[in-house]
């Protein structure tokens, strides 16, 4: 995700252009720069009268940040050295925490906010949640510090501990949590028969070559169950997004046609990414999940599954960032990592600041368990005394449906399978596209 | 102050050349701020007003310097000037307002438009220019008071016992916020509050202490000048009014960046008020200019400190406005006492440290004003206390050249 980031630099010299331009065109009007003229002045002020020397870097980096403060969280100043890391980094393996990519911080004033941890990463596997508010990095306070600091100072080499002051509403008070970084390489993509002819598909992030894994992934689950599928789960619970381009080509998979984002931005005006006709998997219902920790493109993908009728979006309601960043390099080696589009849905929704409200409104919880000890079990026949056993083999004949393929009574899940049936929004969409199949199917008896 | 030439139209000229030759020169930074600025002017999402991400960068950079330091955009500026004026257009009313009620009169400052118009306290404003007070907070509602010299505003008023409000057309006049207030304490003890070092300040505490001297119709005996809470104000004042007290001598001196811009202050020997024994008032509160003014007083032995310990800023601020209304307050220089005591954090140690105790009881035999306030009724009476003594120590030596 960084290194096609770092590819997609912006050429700078196009910058330089255009600012001329822009000064040609207006001089006669009125002088766009009058008020550069003021900044000018305030700094050969400050360097000229102040009362101790200090140094002009140090006097523009913190106008630079200033100037950056006006604009969104996402956008960041990173000077040359940083540029130079990063694209090094983009080579290289880096330890991280698997926190990188899931930071947020909704309220300026507060601190970071966890949106999701990847899964399978130190942070993960450490147990920090979606919904987590970070602290501290280190002992460094996250308020009043950019996500984009907060993420160097969470890389490091690999094998090195970061510690991390995290607060979670139910604790008494905030915990420090070490974690260990490693590198984070986990499959984008994880396919799961949840039950027969049901898939279950979990894109954890929209790195490139996402949609690759996933029509792979589809493929797999297709053989899996012998040819063409009921229903299918796309989780996208907890994916922070990524590329924009991606997310265009998940989505181009289950959509037949039409619009599925359009990005605008002061540069670009309005463009719209359509859907290819041709390769779309559309035999089968589909039901997207989504929560708090569903961010940016995976938000694309949930806002034109949604628009377009094609899939059912159950969960909570997603992130809320519509905004597209891209990082404009400068002549002087420093860069710009700038949010240059906001994007909306099919339908011309914008996700910023709103987020995706599910079709279905399901909260995740813990359901009641079932071997509830000494509490209240229903008497079936089989617990009275000298019932009559069932007839058949081991007293259970597998049922089978109409066309004589075996149900769910014969299907064997598999650990995944059977840990994801825990999950109660899991379980919740897989219902609905039972239920979906089973009206589907009385239909066609009263016709 | 003058800036040779604003660099940033020269540097726009020259960006393609710096783009292709920018390996062999070495970058400059403020070249990056022209480049940031127009990477988001061009790139950024949503438009933003040039003008706000010009004030917010000088803002953030003036916010790298010390806590005096500020950018200040034109309202904010234009607040600050009338502040240190202590002078703007305007009615001439002391005004509060609770959250959402109306803008209530607390009192009209005498011969002001409004105090000539027969403004009252206690009157409610109910509209400025036909616009409702109770939803505007306090500052928007005195801005739209005030204004250009010889412009109108129309202002609702009701009063309890009219049938119902009325308007006012009031024409805005040059207001001035006295800085000095005062009164005799007890026959031969007078008083002086300076609450800020406005322009003028000299002036008004001269014309007071004139004031004091005829209202007892006789020389002084003693003299409280209470500089408490104030907050400072404009060196020149602050010499100045040292300069009432001291025939000669440093008042203080201020040294810019790396020892350059040395500039030693003198009193001069016109102008000097009569020698009165005094007491200066001082607390946590007393800062900068009133700094100045009770460390000269004390380093020449003019008068006794009482109190407690100073603020301790001993910084000096230029004001520089800019071309768009907008401006900055820099610290230029640090200032020393007539003694080169440096102020800045530790502040002036009074001669006699007074806290308020906490079971104070207002005793009788002055008025309740002085009473209530411990520290004034303890300069009284060190004042009192200290001319009996040099009164009885001047009868000795009367006596003695008999003995």
Not at chain 1, 244 to 270: H, M, N, P, W, Y
Not at chain 2, 194 to 223: C, M, V
Not at chain 2, 295 to 308: F, I, K, P, T, V
Request: charged share 30%; net charge negative; aromatic share 6%.
């Amino acid at each position: 995700m960084r290194a096609s980031a770092v590819a997609r630099l912006v050429s700078l010299l196009a910058i330089g252009g255009l600012a001329l331009t822009a000064q040609a065109k207006t001089a006669r009007r009125a002088d766009p720069y009058a008020r550069l003229d003021v900044f000018s002045k305030v700094l050969s002020y400050v360097e000229k009268e102040y009362v101790e020397k200090i140094s002009r870097t140090d006097l523009i980096q913190g106008a630079i940040e200033g100037l950056l403060g006006e604009l969104d969280p996402y956008s960041a100043y990173l000077t040359a050295e940083e540029v130079r890391a990063l694209k090094a980094k983009a080579a290289g393996e880096v330890g991280r925490t698997g926190l990188e990519e899931g930071l947020a911080r909704p309220d300026p004033a507060e601190p970071a906010v966890i949106i999701a941890p990847v899964e399978g990463s130190p942070a993960w596997r450490e147990g920090l949640k979606a919904g987590d508010r970070l602290l501290a990095v280190d002992g460094d306070s996250t308020e009043k510090t950019s996500i984009h600091r907060l993420v160097q100072k969470l890389e490091g080499d690999r094998g090195t501990v970061v510690r991390l002051r995290v607060d979670r509403p139910e604790w008494a008070e905030p915990k420090d949590i070490d974690v260990e970084r490693a590198v984070v390489t986990l499959p984008a993509v994880q396919a799961v028969t949840l039950a027969r002819s049901y898939g279950y598909l979990r894109i954890a992030f929209f790195r490139d070559r996402a949609d690759k894994e996933l029509s792979r992934e589809l493929k797999r689950l297709e053989a899996e169950n012998g040819g063409a599928l009921k229903g299918l789960i796309l989780d996208l619970r907890g994916n922070p997004g990524g590329l924009v381009d991606t997310a265009v080509s998940v989505s181009d998979q289950f959509i037949g046609q039409g619009v599925v984002v359009s990005t605008e931005g002061r540069r670009r005006k309005l463009e719209k990414h359509y859907a290819q006709p041709g390769g779309t998997r559309d035999g089968f219902p589909l039901v997207a999940l989504i929560d708090g920790g569903t961010a940016s493109a995976a938000e694309i993908v949930a806002g034109a599954l949604q628009d377009h009728g094609r899939a059912l979006v159950l969960g909570t309601k997603s992130f809320g960032k519509g905004s597209v960043q891209e990082i404009i390099e400068l002549p002087d080696g420093a860069a710009l990592k700038l949010t240059t589009q906001v994007y909306y849905t099919p339908k011309h929704r914008s996700i910023e600041g709103k987020g995706i409200e599910p079709d279905i409104e399901v909260r995740t919880s813990v359901l009641p368990a079932l071997d509830g000890g000494a509490e209240f079990k229903p008497v079936r026949e089989k617990d009275l005394e000298g019932h009559f056993s069932a007839e058949g083999k081991d007293g259970v004949e597998p049922a089978k449906t109409a066309d004589g393929k075996p149900t769910d009574a014969a299907f064997e899940p598999s650990p995944e399978a059977t840990k994801l049936m825990d999950d109660v929004q899991v379980k919740a969409a897989l219902d609905y596209l039972k239920s979906w199949e089973l009206f589907r199917g009385l239909k066609g008896r009263d016709r | 102050m003058r800036v040779d030439r604003p660099f940033f139209a020269a540097l726009l000229l020259t960006l393609p050349l710096s783009a292709t030759a920018k390996e062999s020169l070495p970058p400059d930074p403020a070249e990056s701020f022209a480049y940031v600025l127009a990477a988001v002017q061009e790139n950024y999402a949503r438009r933003v007003s040039q003008p706000d991400l010009i004030y917010a960068a000088a803002e953030s950079m003036l916010d790298c310097l010390d806590p005096h330091s500020a950018f200040l955009r034109p309202r904010w500026f234009q607040r600050m000037r009338e502040d240190t004026s202590g002078e703007f257009g305007g009615l001439g009313l002391v005004v509060t307002k609770v959250s959402d009620g109306p803008v209530v009169v607390h009192e009209p400052i005498p011969d002001t438009p409004a105090d000539r118009a027969g403004l009252q306290k206690g009157d409610e404003i109910l509209a400025v220019d036909g616009d409702p007070t109770a939803p505007m907070d306090l500052d928007t509602a005195v801005d739209r008071m005030k204004g250009r010299r010889g412009t109108a505003v129309t202002l609702s008023i009701r009063r309890d016992g009219w049938p119902g409000p009325r308007d006012f057309r009031l024409v805005r006049d040059r207001i001035r916020m006295k800085s000095v207030k005062g009164r005799m304490l007890e026959p031969g003890y007078g008083y002086a509050q300076i609450t800020a070092f406005t322009e003028h300040t000299d002036y008004y505490l001269q014309a007071k202490i004139e004031e004091l001297r005829k209202l007892n119709d006789a020389p002084l005996e003693g003299l409280v000048l209470d500089l408490r809470g104030n907050p400072g104000g404009l060196l020149d004042q602050a010499v100045r009014v040292a300069e009432l007290f001291l025939p000669g001598g440093k008042v203080v001196s201020t040294i810019g960046r790396d020892g350059r811009g040395i500039e030693r202050h003198f009193a001069r020997a016109r102008g000097t008020l009569p020698h009165v024994p005094t007491v200066l008032l001082v607390d946590a509160g007393s800062a900068s200019a009133a700094e100045i003014v009770a460390g000269a007083l004390q380093d020449h032995g003019r008068a006794l400190l009482m109190g407690e310990r100073t603020f301790g800023k001993g910084s000096v601020q230029s004001i520089i406005e800019l071309d768009d209304g907008s401006g900055l307050k820099l610290t230029v220089a640090r200032y020393y006492t007539p003694r080169d005591r440096s102020i800045q954090e530790l502040g002036i140690e009074p001669d006699v440290t007074v806290r308020l105790p906490l079971d104070w009881i207002p005793p009788g035999g002055t008025d309740l004003e002085t009473a209530a306030d411990y520290i004034l009724w303890t300069a009284l009476q060190t004042l009192k206390a200290g001319n009996r003594i040099r009164s009885s120590a001047r009868s000795d030596q009367d006596v003695s050249p008999d003995g």
